[in-house]
């Protein structure tokens, strides 16, 4: 379009539903991402030789399951997603690498010349799900604008999609063009 720069990342949502994601770490990096996953329907994988506690918890509650070992290329046979939540640079290059090789995106955290997807910040409504991203240049402005949309946003607006959603097919029926039901 013009007057626009191109941007590097396209903002997508994708479907978890039941499919497995890695998370290599076992540290509080790893921990986020798990919290973050756990609010979905995904099998989460956790590679780490040992866990915090809230991972710990995680796994006890079944809401994720550890694999107790170093990370294995082969691990990432099937997964939908990857995380490296590691320190270590050298590892992290490497589960990228392979991920990559196998057609997984993957999120090195904090290393974006190595990642293939970043994770916004995320206001959440249920269903409403807004995401805020800055490709990365500006995590405490776009944890700012979260905090701002999170105040501003009512806590009953997925209660009003729900309810939109019912409505839905009559409003197809009786407006059955695109732009009618837009206008």
Same mark, same amino acid.
């Given at each position: 379009?013009?007057?626009?720069?191109?941007?590097?990342?396209?903002?997508?949502? *994708?479907?978890?539903?039941?499919?497995?994601?890695?998370?290599?770490?076992?540290?509080? $990096?790893?921990?986020?991402?798990?919290?973050?996953?756990?609010?979905?329907?995904?099998?989460?994988?956790?590679?780490?030789?040992?866990?915090?506690?809230?991972?710990?918890?995680?796994?006890?509650?079944?809401?994720?399951?550890?694999?107790?070992?170093?990370?294995?290329?082969? $691990?990432?046979?099937?997964?939908?997603?990857?995380?490296?939540?590691?320190?270590?640079?050298?590892?992290?290059?490497?589960?990228?690498?392979? #991920?990559?090789?196998?057609?997984? @995106? *993957?999120?090195?955290?904090?290393?974006?010349?190595?990642?293939?997807?970043?994770?916004?910040?995320?206001?959440?409504?249920?269903?409403?799900?807004?995401?805020?991203?800055?490709?990365?240049?500006? @995590? *405490?402005?776009?944890?700012?604008?979260? #905090?701002?949309?999170?105040?501003?946003?009512?806590?009953?607006?997925? #209660? *009003?999609?729900?309810?939109?959603?019912?409505?839905?097919?009559?409003?197809?029926?009786?407006?059955?063009?695109?732009?009618?039901?837009?206008?």
């Amino acid at each position: 379009m013009k007057g626009h720069l191109p941007v590097r990342y396209f903002p997508i949502f *994708v479907d978890l539903d039941h499919q497995p994601v890695l998370v290599v770490g076992g540290g509080e $990096q790893a921990a986020q991402k798990v919290r973050l996953l756990a609010r979905t329907t995904a099998t989460i994988k956790i590679v780490a030789a040992e866990l915090c506690p809230e991972l710990e918890a995680a796994v006890a509650a079944g809401r994720a399951e550890w694999l107790a070992s170093a990370f294995s290329p082969d $691990q990432l046979d099937g997964c939908r997603l990857a995380y490296a939540a590691i320190d270590d640079l050298t590892e992290a290059a490497r589960i990228a690498f392979a #991920a990559r090789a196998r057609g997984v @995106p *993957v999120n090195a955290i904090d290393r974006p010349q190595l990642c293939s997807f970043i994770t916004p910040a995320i206001v959440d409504r249920d269903p409403v799900v807004v995401a805020i991203g800055s490709e990365g240049t500006a @995590p *405490v402005l776009v944890g700012r604008i979260r #905090a701002r949309l999170e105040a501003e946003l009512p806590a009953a607006l997925g #209660a *009003v999609a729900r309810f939109a959603q019912g409505l839905r097919r009559r409003v197809v029926a009786s407006l059955p063009d695109g732009r009618s039901r837009r206008a």
